[in-house]
């Protein structure tokens, strides 16, 4: 699995868009990405105070991204590409 490297985090985007290939979910996803743009950094903070009962090594990685327009107008493009595949 490749992934990308971004202000020093791993963040693992094909990890994420395949769980939602397999999962068919790449239709609701993309709309939803949109919607993270703007409100993906309350996400991420939501997420990172609930680490401690969810563990951090799932979920520091999805914090981090939330927190980044940038990784999800990637992880975005990256579903594009998928879909079109299919």
């Given at each position: 699995?490749?992934h ?51 563990g951090r090594?799932?979920i ?6 939330l ?20």
């Amino acid at each position: 699995m490749r992934h990308q490297k971004e202000k020093g985090t791993t963040i693992p985007l094909e990890y994420w868009a395949n769980i939602l290939k397999e999962r068919k979910l790449i239709d609701m996803a993309l709309p939803l990405l949109e919607i993270l743009k703007v409100w993906g950094f309350v996400g991420g903070q939501v997420l990172w105070m609930l680490t401690p009962f969810l563990g951090r090594e799932k979920i520091a990685p999805l914090a981090q991204a939330l927190e980044e327009p940038e990784t999800l107008q990637r992880l975005q493009c990256y579903l594009i590409e998928e879909d079109m595949q299919v």
